[in-house]
Each structure stands twice: as C-alpha cells, then as structure tokens.
C-alpha cells in the first residue's frame, strides 16, 4: 500500500479471506534489521494525568532495529505506539488461554491458578516486523485500572483515560530521548536512545477500544491549553491505524481529521458487531474541505472475527460468517490468516506515512 497505490483520499477496500502465493511469500519477507525487544514496568500509582481515581500502571513491550548485517544502524527511530483494547485481565489455562477474569484490573493481582493477561503481547508479530523496517514500536499494556475497568462520567469506556496513557509512555519516551535515563530492561547503557527518536514522524495503532483511544491521544494532544505539548514538543502524529474500534464511548466526537487514518472492519464480528467503526469514517468525509491533509479510508475484511487479530485473544467472539467462509475453524483459537492480513496492511501503511529510517 504505497502512496502511488492511493488514488483518492477517501476509499474503501475489500478484502477477500484469500491471497495468492505471491502475495503469501510477501507477508514473510522481513526488513533489513535484526530486532531486539524488552519490556519496562513501573509500580502502579494513582496519576491524576491519567486517571485521579484508581492506581493504573506504566507496562510495556518495546521493539526497536539493531545492526544490519553491514553493522549499520538508524540515525533516528520513527516511533508506533500500540493500544490493545477491552479484554479480561486475568486468564487460566494454555491454548486457548480462558480470560474470564479481570481481578487484576482494580487490584494488581489474579486468583491463584490464573496468570495475569499480556494483552499488548497480542500484536508482536506487527511490532516485529516494523522494527525490522527501522521502527521503534512500544505495545502499551492498560490492564491496570482501565482494562475492563469502571468507567467514570463522560468517559463511559475509558477511551480518554487511554488516550492519556498513551500520551504519558510518549512523554516518558521524549525525556529518555531526550536526557536520557531509559530503563535498563531495555538497554543496559541508560543513554542509548538518546538522540535516536524522532517524533515529527509517530504513528498509533489500536484496537476495539485501543482504537476510540488512539484517537483520543490525537485530540488530546491537539487540544486548545493541552498539557501534552509542553511534554512532547516535536510530536507529529502522521498516521492511525485502527481494527474494529469502537466509537462515541466518550463525551467527545473523537476524529482524526488532519492526518492519515484508517480502519480495518472485521465483517464476522462479534464483538463490535454493528460496525463502530465506519462512523468516524463517515464523519470525517462529510467534513472533509481544502484544509484536510490526511487520507482517510477502510478495509472491510471478509471473513475476519475480532479477537483473532490479538494473538492472545483466543477465544473467539463470532458465532459465524454469512454468506461467505470464515477464517478460521470452530476449534481454532487463533487465525493466521487474519493475521497475515494485519501484518500486511498495518506495516504497509505506516512505512508509507511516516517518512524515511534515517
């Protein structure tokens, strides 16, 4: 999905549940750098800048390029921030994995026998291959507090309170890029990615309510007396990517109007069954005039369910597909498929948005 592909700004695609060989071998084919990844975990607190009313956490995966072959390296990182959405928080069992739980969102533990859900590990085979590209990606985990979380008065999903997540992992990351200080269960030398991100080229990823919250982490930012600038000065977020997301879980309309945006809408399913997500689509192309600088467009993917997009999801949420073949069978518990389609498309489209690995 190159930018000499995109013939309008606005557009739908359709995608049936098959791809030919060609295509196949594509979706296998890495970038030119090796990846390495870790994750960082601070102690959980009530932070009034996300939520003033319950202790939420600061937990996520991070994946970034190292040494090509020729032992080179990228000069600056464009950064992709990643937001799971509502799920249980605690689960039992092994393929599938039963997250019929959510004891750890308002307490910080699960019962014994279960293990605490790594919701943002659902989408390391998305991370991984955009850091092979020269991409620093951090999938941010939201299980404490907001994760099947109460929600409070204008925020009934805790879609704001996500966008204000992901805004703090942001500004953390300008003060480690920055003044260093970078914690050591990334890289030893706290310094290391100092000087090394470049936040005039940021894209956000997120799904089901991940996606209403990476959009909200857009208007947040951009909003009239917005603490968020001040704490990321050079922030430009170019492009959104959002699967099944819902919509109007907040007080606010939340769009995406300058910038490039798309949704990915799984027509199997069985969570967000009545398509949420076409409705900021619709928004933003009756609003759309001269000053829109962002393509805005949707894939309907045949055959998709909505859980099966997050690896660790893995109970399915669809009762079926009609009129066409699902992706997966009744006894899978995770589609390849679906996720060779996500693979495709998400990495395609931020390659193509946020600006060259320098």
């Known amino acids: 999905m190159k930018s000499s592909r995109y013939i309008a700004s606005l557009s739908v695609f359709l995608l049936q549940w098959f791809f030919t060989p060609s295509v196949s071998a594509q979706l296998k084919t890495d970038g030119p750098y090796q990846v390495s990844t870790g994750e960082y975990r601070f102690k959980a607190t009530v932070d009034a800048e996300i939520l003033n009313d319950r202790k939420t956490e600061i937990w996520a995966r991070v994946f970034w390029p190292k040494n090509k072959v020729d032992g080179t390296i990228p000069q600056q990182l464009p950064m992709v921030a990643f937001l799971h959405g509502n799920h249980g928080t605690c689960g039992t069992g092994v393929d599938p994995r039963i997250d019929d739980g959510s004891e750890y969102t308002d307490t910080g533990e699960c019962p014994l026998d279960y293990v605490v859900t790594p919701n943002h590990e659902g989408y390391n085979y998305i991370a991984e291959q955009l850091a092979s590209y020269g991409y620093l990606v951090i999938s941010i985990n939201a299980n404490?507090?907001?994760?099947a979380g109460q929600g409070i008065s204008g925020d009934d999903g805790?879609?704001?309170?996500r966008g204000r997540l992901i805004l703090k992992h942001m500004a953390?990351?300008?003060?480690?890029?920055?003044?260093?200080?970078?914690?050591?269960?990334?890289?030893n030398d706290v310094n290391s990615?100092?000087?090394?991100?470049?936040?005039?080229h940021v894209g956000l990823f997120g799904h089901s309510r991940g996606g209403e919250g990476v959009r909200a982490a857009y208007n947040l930012y951009h909003d009239?007396?917005?603490?968020?600038?001040?704490?990321?000065?050079?922030?430009?977020m170019e492009a959104?990517?959002?699967?099944?997301?819902?919509?109007g879980q907040t007080s606010r309309v939340l769009d995406a109007q300058d910038t490039v945006w798309n949704q990915l809408i799984p027509v199997c399913d069985g969570d967000v069954s009545d398509f949420d997500g076409i409705r900021p689509f619709n928004r933003m192309v009756q609003t759309a005039g001269q000053n829109n600088s962002g393509q805005k467009s949707i894939y309907l993917v045949y055959g998709a369910n909505h859980n099966f997009f997050n690896t660790e999801w893995q109970e399915n949420d669809s009762f079926g597909c009609q009129f066409h073949n699902p992706?997966?069978?009744?006894?899978?518990?995770?589609?390849?498929?679906?996720q060779d389609i996500a693979r495709h498309i998400v990495v395609d489209l931020f390659r193509d948005n946020l600006g060259s690995v320098k």
């Open 158 to 161: 805790l879609n704001l309170a």
């Open 224 to 236: 009239m007396g917005s603490i968020w600038p001040a704490r990321i000065p050079k922030l430009k």
């Open 327 to 338: 992706l997966w069978t009744p006894k899978d518990w995770s589609s390849q498929k679906q």
């Open 144 to 147: 404490r507090g907001i994760t």
């Open 172 to 187: 953390l990351w300008n003060i480690w890029a920055t003044q260093g200080g970078t914690p050591k269960t990334l890289e």
């Open 193 to 200: 990615f100092v000087g090394k991100v470049d936040f005039s």
């Open 240 to 247: 959104i990517f959002e699967i099944g997301a819902v919509d």
